[in-house]
């Protein structure tokens, strides 16, 4: 099986509203209801599991239900960080599917995962046991030790900008989990970054500048953009 699971455990204080950035209304529709359609409607995802926040459960379940997404069919709650909510969900997972079954982690605040992005993910996980979702680094990187003032910059073409989903077999991402517990690892950044902070090698799968992250409130304005744009016909 290939489960998506949707990481909707933050409060979203960057974005200064009064409800969680996973639940603001963008065009009549909740973004986590984007979300959850995207993986709703791809024909390789058997399922969806979603970690939430707390008091927002019912509401999720709600929105699930008015929106027909049949997929979904567990919600587990949030952490106290993004690791502590990733390991909730691929903990209560491992109790109902296979270590073989794949798991997506996604941020459910990218409401613009495409259905290429998430065959990719998938793809890949299976050939190599492991699929971090990527874009190519097209600025010019410079390096600072003060924030204000740099000396120096970093070769463009050896970095990768990480997205979600990211892939792994379930059995693989709960034992490493376990292993970080084991070695007092409880806040990485990412799953792709906890990889390596255990030690293993992660492969890259196809992303896009579309698969935007809603952070703060310039976002929600390019999302809204997004939602609304048509490639031009004679764009190759």
Sequence with gaps: MNIALLIAGGSGARMHQNIPKQFLTVNERPVIVYTLEAFQNHPEIDEIGVVCIEGWESVLWAYANQFNITKLKCVMPGGKNGQDSIRNGVFELEKHHSPDDIVLIHDAIRPMVSAEIISDCIRVTQMYGNAITVIPCAEAMMQTEDGIVSTGSYPRNNLKRTQT??????????????????????????????????????????????????????????????????????LK
């Design 165 to 234: 989903p990211q892939g792994f077999p379930i059995g693989k991402i709960c034992d490493l989990h376990r292993r970080a517990l084991e070695v007092g690892i409880t806040n990485s950044v990412a799953s792709c970054t906890l990889m390596i902070e255990m030690g293993e090698q992660v492969y890259f799968s196809a992303g896009s500048e579309k698969n935007i992250k809603l952070t703060t409130v310039e976002d929600i304005d390019i999302f809204k953009a997004l939602l609304i744009a048509k490639r031009s016909d004679w």
